[in-house]
């Protein structure tokens, strides 16, 4: 069974600039979440995806953007990129709804200058 | 809508000394309720999770929560602190239908030699 995986690990960007964060999800699992976790805090929801589409969605502007493929993987896009966006972006897979658990990635720290 | 307090953002215990790290929850509805820790620069691991069978639940490397509804508590103990257990700890509820973990702000374990 394998776990979540990301990439990639780090990454430093201008802001400005747009990024394109990947991941894949568990074995299994058919839903996709991702998280941003600022420094010294807890992670906050960006959204959820189910079938392909948003499943919900967090208190985040319309440059975060997602897409899930076929196979249950899943990108987070970010536009014009802004200094507080630098953080551990992480990603989560699960069956839907995730009551079971769901199960993290070792995620991607995105620093922007 | 759900929250998570952790009590105490940084809790410092002795090798071989009781660990008690505090969450308190709100929610409506039943909840679902979740123990993550984090090591420096890695995602989040499971610990252990309530999701309305036994009250009392047990967890991975000797870590066990209770669920007081009375209390909307939901605190982690282990008996026996081990300097392998020196991490941030995260509280995080969910419920049935919705599609994210509301975390708290985390908890800074450090074991003393």
């Known amino acids: 069974e394998t776990g979540v995986t990301q990439s990639p690990t780090h990454l430093i960007k201008t802001r400005g600039q747009q990024v394109t964060l990947r991941c894949s999800s568990q074995s299994g699992h058919n839903t996709v979440s991702w998280y941003q976790q600022a420094l010294g805090q807890g992670p906050q929801f960006i959204f959820q995806?189910?079938?392909?589409?948003?499943?919900g969605r967090g208190n985040f502007p319309p440059r975060f953007s997602g897409l899930q493929f076929p196979n249950y993987s899943s990108e987070l896009n970010v536009n014009a990129l802004e200094l507080d966006d630098s953080a551990l972006y992480l990603c989560?897979?699960?069956?839907?709804?995730?009551?079971?658990?769901?199960?993290f990635g070792s995620g991607t720290r995105l620093t922007v200058v | 809508a759900q929250s998570v307090t952790q009590l105490g953002s940084h809790v410092s215990v002795s090798e071989g000394a009781l660990v008690l790290l505090r969450c308190n929850y709100s929610?409506?509805?039943?909840?679902?309720l979740f123990w993550y820790v984090q090591y420096p620069n890695q995602g989040l691991q499971l610990l252990l999770k309530?999701?309305?069978?036994?009250?009392l639940v047990k967890g991975i490397n000797g870590f066990e929560a209770e669920f007081k509804k009375s209390e909307t508590s939901f605190h982690l103990t282990k008996p026996s602190a081990h300097m392998s257990d020196a991490a941030e700890y995260f509280c995080?509820?969910?419920?049935?239908?919705?599609?994210?973990?509301?975390f708290g702000q985390g908890t800074r374990l450090t074991i003393n030699p």
């Open positions: 995080a509820v969910t419920i049935q239908g919705a599609q994210k973990l509301v």
């Open positions: 989560a897979s699960s069956l839907r709804q995730g009551v079971a658990g769901y199960t």
């Open positions: 929610s409506s509805v039943p909840p679902y």
């Open positions: 995806y189910y079938r392909e589409e948003e499943n």
């Open positions: 309530y999701t309305s069978a036994a009250t």
